[in-house]
């Protein structure tokens, strides 16, 4: 299994360039990309919109300076991410502050920040109308009975399967709470599937009635690019049909309800590349097992996702790039011991060579994030075009 994909000559330079000199692997964006994927959120024509990037998707500074100067808000779900975005300079509103069993000491940060709060269960919601009573808060709603529940990458995010959210009977007992400001829901990751979000966020829209305060619904992110079979996110026709909705619920309550996305994966995925080198090549069960100066922590999806993490793969050889249309059964591996140190398994590419050069891409979103100490390898540097 194998995708080609496109490389401007530009990239290809910087790569080259880069890999002269830097002795371990290394990420490298094109800041074009990841502007163009915001300004194509900001589009979306439903004018009282605001748009929250999902910060655990990528959180390195540069980045989020990107994101920033575009002019996408932030959305986070920890305190350490809370901090970096005031840190960048995102206040109030612009910061959505959503997480599960949060406990007091989180609470008065995300209280004293001015972010909106998005809370999970009843439980949480006593605890903060105990600490700021008559204050408006949003709910994380798991509408799972009444959709059927699509498994996504990483599980059910709706359901009965899925940890998180209140249930509609939970829902119910808020009734009438004039505190409750939005309604939130995050239908899965890595969704290509449109009608199956604007299925769930109709279910969330019958919820409204229930709740006199509210002012925002927030469908959370989730828009993806699929898995081994790569399609494009068609935003437009997304944007299309939220904005439908969103106006049917406006004119429904008599005012105008805000519309906040949390769009995470899809605004730097196609922006970000992995490069490594070959280090050594061996045969193993009729495969070309390629190693590279590089571990599987350093560029972590296929770590956590073993059977659906999907990158197309890159080699440039002295002659140029190959995409490994043609080619032999190959896997990637690290140059750790770790038995599981693979960054690609199973896919086509042609002969590689000790020298060349590997690039992974779909590698901008929950790659360098995810970076973890296990192992004893540095974070990969993180360049930008
Ligand atoms: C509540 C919430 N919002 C947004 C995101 C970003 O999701 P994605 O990268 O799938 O768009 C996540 C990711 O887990 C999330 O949990």
């Excluded at 994927?37 to 998707?57: D, G, T, V, W």
């Excluded at 070959?278 to 350093?298: E, F, H, L, P, T």
């Excluded at 999806?301 to 080699?315: E, G, K």
């Excluded at 693979?342 to 790659?367: K, M, N």
Aim: negative net charge; proline residues 4%.
């Amino acid at each position: 299994m194998n995708a080609s994909f496109q490389i401007t000559e530009r990239l290809e330079n910087r790569i080259l360039e880069l890999s002269a000199t830097e002795g371990g692997p290394f990420y490298l964006y094109d800041t074009e990309i990841i502007q163009q994927n915001c300004s194509r959120f900001l589009s979306i024509p439903y004018p009282a919109k605001s748009i929250h990037f999902a910060m655990m998707s990528n959180s390195t500074p540069q980045f989020l300076e990107i994101i920033s100067e575009a002019g996408l808000n932030i959305f986070v779900n920890s305190r350490v991410h809370l901090e970096m975005a005031m840190q960048l300079g995102y206040h109030g509103e612009e910061i959505v502050f959503a997480a599960s069993a949060m406990d007091e000491t989180t609470m008065i940060e995300v209280k004293q920040s001015g972010a909106i709060p998005i809370l999970d269960s009843i439980g949480q919601l006593n605890k903060w109308f105990a600490l700021y009573p008559g204050t408006g808060v949003g709910i994380r709603c798991n509408i799972g009975e009444l959709v059927v529940p699509k498994r996504t990458l990483a599980g059910y995010f709706l359901g009965k399967e899925s940890r998180l959210g209140l249930t509609l009977d939970s829902i119910s007992k808020l009734e009438g709470n004039p505190n409750i400001s939005g309604l939130h829901i995050y239908v899965g990751t890595n969704i290509t599937d449109i009608n199956y979000l604007i299925d769930c966020y109709n279910q969330v829209t019958k919820l409204v009635g229930l709740f006199p305060g509210l002012q925002y619904l927030d469908f959370g992110g989730g828009f993806g690019i699929g898995e081994k079979t790569i399609k494009e996110f068609d935003i437009e026709t997304y944007g299309q049909r939220v904005s439908r909705l969103m106006s049917q619920v406006s004119e429904k309550t008599g005012r105008e309800i805000k519309l906040i996305l949390e769009p995470g994966r899809i605004i730097g995925v196609n922006s970000g590349y992995f490069v490594c080198k070959v280090v050594d090549i061996k045969d193993r069960n009729n495969q070309q097992m390629i190693g590279v100066n590089a571990s599987c922590v350093q560029f972590p999806r296929p770590l956590f996702y073993p059977d659906d993490a999907f990158h197309p793969v890159m080699i440039l050889h002295k002659n140029g790039y190959s995409n490994g249309k043609s080619g032999m059964a190959s896997s990637i591996y690290g140059c750790s011991t770790y038995s599981r140190d693979f960054l690609a398994r199973d896919i086509v590419l042609p002969q590689a060579s000790i020298g060349d050069i590997i690039t992974l891409g779909h590698a901008g979103s929950y790659c360098a994030a995810a970076h973890t100490d296990f192992l004893g390898f540095p974070k990969a540097k993180e360049f930008f075009l």
